[in-house]
C-alpha cells in the first residue's frame, strides 16, 4: 500500500501481483470490485428505466389521463431533475461523505421515491394520497368543435390528478439517481485508474454496456408487464430490483478501493472565483519578481490570476489552475445541450408518436369475460421496445468497438479524439430527429386521409395512423449510434481532462448540462403547446396528437442540433488544439 495515500482504503480480497510478473489483463485483482460496480449499476437501470419506459402512457391511462404534451413534459422535468442534482452529489462526495458512502445513502433516498408508484397504482393506497378522481368537466360544443376562441366560449380541461404526488416521487427519485450517477461513475473509474488509461477506456466502455443491458432488461420485461398485465405489478419489480443494487454494492465494500472526503472542487472553486471578483483593481507585484532589479517583460494578469499566491492571493497556483482548466471544458459541454434535448425524445415524443402508429398484435388470451378482461386479453408489443433497438445495438457494437475496431485504428494512429467522437454523435442524433420528422408528417397525411385505426394500450384508447410503428426503427437506430460515439466519449472527455481534485466536480457538470437539456426540450414543448403557437396545444382527446404539429418540433430540434454542430466543430478543434500545446510544454 506504499504506493497509495495514507488515507486510502485498498482492496482486502483479491490476487496480488509479484514484483517478477506483469498482470495478465489491466483488470487483474480489480475484477470484484468492478463486477460489483457493473452489476449494481445494471440493476440500478432495470430501475430507472421501470419508471421512465411507460410513464408516459401511464399519466395518459385510467385515473390520470393526462395529455400527451404533459406526459411528455412531467419525463422531461423529471430526466432534467436527475441530471441537474449531479454537481451537487460531487460536491457532497467530495466534501463530505467520500464517494461510497454518497452513493449508499442516495439509493436509500432513490428506493424510498420509488415506493410511492406502486403504492399510486394501488387503489385503495392512491385515494388516500391523491384523493377521489374527480369528473371530467363537460365541454360545449364549441370546444369539441375547436370553434371557441371564435364564440369567446371558455373550455374547461380537468386538471392533472395526484400531480403533487407524482411529482413529489419523481423529483425525490431524480435526486438520489442524479446522486449515484455522478459518483457511481468515476468510483469506477478509480478502482482502475492506476492501471493506465488503457483500463479507464475499457472500464467505460463496459461499463456503458452494463447501463444498456439494464435498460433492456427493462424494457423487454418489465415494460410488457406495465402495458399488458399491470402497471403495480410493474413497478413492484424495478422497485425491488434497485433494493438488490443497493445490497450489491453494500457488500462490495471489501473490495473496494475507496477515499475519504478531502475537500470538494466545487467548494475551491467558488472561493477562487469569490476572491478573483472581490478583490481590488490593484494587485501586488508577483514574489517571484519581487526584489529584481530588471523586471522581464511578463503578460498582464487576468482575473483568475489575482487569486494566485504568487500575485498576492489566497490560493496556490495549482488550485487556481485547476479552476482555469474546469473553465475550458464548460464550452464543449454548453455545445451538447442540443444533443441531449434530441436525446431525451427518445423517451418521450418518440413514444408519444409510437402510440399513434399500427402496434402489432403478440397474441390473444381466449376466454370470457367483462370489457376490462377483454381488453386484457390482447397483448400488444409495449412501444416502449423499440427504445431496444438503440440499447441492443449499444450491447453488439460496444465490445466489436472495444476489442476489434478501436485497436486496429489505434494501431494505424486514426483513433479519433473524444471530441471529434462527439462530433460524430451530434451528426447521427440531427439525422435521427430528421427521421422522425419525416416520419411524423407521413403519419399526419394517413390521419388526414382518415387512414386510422383505434387501438387500446393500457386501457387507452388511441386514434393510430394505420402506418407500422417498425417505421420508427431508423430513428431509434440512428440515436443507437449516436450514442456509442457522443456518450462515451464525453464521459471519456469528462474524467480525463479533469485535473486529479476535479473529476468528480466535472463529471457532475457533465451530467448538469445533460439535465439543462432535459429542461430545454420541456420548455419548447410548452412553448409549441402555447395556443399563439399551436403545434401541440390539442386538448380534445387526451394523450391524442392527431390535431397537433409534432413534425415542426421535430424539424425545429434538427435545426438547433445542426447549428451546434457548426459551432461545435469549432469549438472542439481549438480545444484540442490547446491540448496539444500544453503537452508539448509539459514534455519541453
Known sequence: MGSHEVTESTPLLGPQTNGNRSPVSVFEGRRLACAAILIAESLERVAFYGITANLVLFLNGEP????????????????????LVSPFGGWLADACLGKFCTIICSMLLYLFGMLAFPFITALETRNALCGEVRAYPVQPSECINGTSSSSNVTCPYPQQYCSPVIFSGLVIIGIGVGSVKSNITPFGADQVKDRGPEATRRFFNWFYWCINLGAILSLG????????????????????????????????????????????????????????????QRHKEPARLRNQEVCLPRPKPNLLDKAKEAYGGRFPEEKVEEVRALFKVIPVFLALIPYWTVYFQMQTTYILQGLHLRIPEIFKMSGE???????????????????????????????????????????????????KRIAVGMFFVMGSVVAAGILESKRL????????????????????????????????????????FASIAGLEFAYSAAPKSM?????????????????????LLALVSLKAVGWMSS???????????LNYYFFLLAGIQGVTLL????????YDKQRSAQRQNTVS
Open 539 to 549: 386538448h380534445k382527446d387526451f394523450g391524442n396528437i392527431n390535431g397537433c404539429s
Open 221 to 280: 420485461g418489465i415494460a410488457y408487464i406495465q402495458q399488458n398485465i399491470s402497471f403495480n405489478l410493474g413497478y413492484i419489480i424495478p422497485t425491488v430490483c434497485l433494493g438488490v443494487s443497493f445490497l450489491v454494492f453494500l457488500c462490495g465494500r471489501t473490495v473496494f478501493i475507496t477515499k475519504p472526503a478531502n475537500g470538494s472542487a466545487f467548494t475551491d472553486m467558488f472561493k477562487i472565483l469569490g476572491y478573483s471578483f472581490c478583490s481590488s
Open 445 to 484: 397525411d394517413v390521419v388526414f386521409k382518415k387512414d386510422t385505426i383505434d387501438q387500446v394500450i393500457g386501457k387507452v384508447t388511441y386514434h393510430a395512423a394505420n402506418l407500422s410503428i417498425w417505421w420508427q426503427v431508423p430513428q431509434y437506430v440512428l440515436i443507437g449510434i449516436s450514442e456509442i
Open 369 to 419: 369475460g367483462n370489457d376490462s378482461t377483454s381488453m386484457n386479453s390482447v397483448h400488444m408489443l409495449p412501444s416502449a421496445w423499440l427504445t431496444m433497438f438503440d440499447a441492443l445495438l449499444i450491447l453488439l457494437l460496444i465490445p466489436l468497438k472495444d476489442k476489434v475496431i478501436d485497436p486496429v485504428l489505434k494501431r494505424r494512429g486514426l483513433l479519433l479524439s473524444s471530441l
Open 64 to 83: 390520470f389521463f393526462w395529455e400527451g404534451a404533459q406526459a411528455s413534459q412531467a419525463l422531461l422535468i423529471f430526466m432534467g431533475v436527475t441530471y
Open 567 to 574: 459551432l461545435f466543430l469549432v469549438v472542439s478543434v481549438k
Open 503 to 523: 473529476q468528480s466536480a466535472i463529471m457532475g457538470l457533465f451530467f448538469f448540462f445533460s439535465g439543462i437539456g432535459s429542461f430545454v426540450g420541456s420548455g
